[in-house]
């Protein structure tokens, strides 16, 4: 297995590298478009599956059909940029990613379906 150099808190936006060292419950993002909130909490996924074996994560937007063609999508390129991309499955259509070597997974729902959020476990 190669050894991977991730040095993530440089590797994001600087306003955003609290989100890799800060112990906070909750943690707000806010800025313009486009200055790399969504990058960099993709990139929190990524490292926070690969490293922690107790993390999955959910990921929710307004509108659960929108997750495909935005946050999964993205997911997918992090991963292959970071190069791990194949540790994980990708399943389009559900969507949902599966990290192999733990069954560790995030997932994706709509704030539309709160029922869908309810009782999930893995
Ligand atoms: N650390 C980075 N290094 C290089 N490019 C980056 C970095 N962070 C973000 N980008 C690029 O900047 C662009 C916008 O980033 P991102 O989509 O994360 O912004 P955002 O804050 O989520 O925007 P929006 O409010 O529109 O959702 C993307 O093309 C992304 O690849
Ligand atoms: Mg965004």
Redesign the pocket.
């Known amino acids: 297995m190669p050894t991977i150099n991730w040095k993530l808190p440089e590797?994001?936006?600087a306003a955003y590298a609290p989100l890799f060292t800060s112990d906070k419950r909750y943690i707000v993002y806010k800025?313009s478009?486009?200055?790399?909130?969504?990058?960099?909490a993709a990139r929190k996924a990524i490292l926070d599956i690969v490293t922690k074996p107790y993390v999955n994560w959910l990921i929710l937007r307004r509108y659960a059909n929108t997750n495909r063609q935005s946050t999964f999508t993205l997911i997918q390129k992090v991963a292959t940029q970071l190069g791990v991309s194949g540790l994980f499955q990708f399943n389009s259509s559900l969507p949902e990613i599966t990290y192999k070597p733990t069954g560790q997974k995030i997932l994706f729902r709509g704030a539309d379906k709160p029922l869908s959020i309810t009782s999930l476990s893995d």
Request: aromatic share 0%; proline share 0%; glycine share 24%.
């Open positions: 590797m994001v936006s800025g478009r486009g200055s790399g909130k969504s990058e960099a």
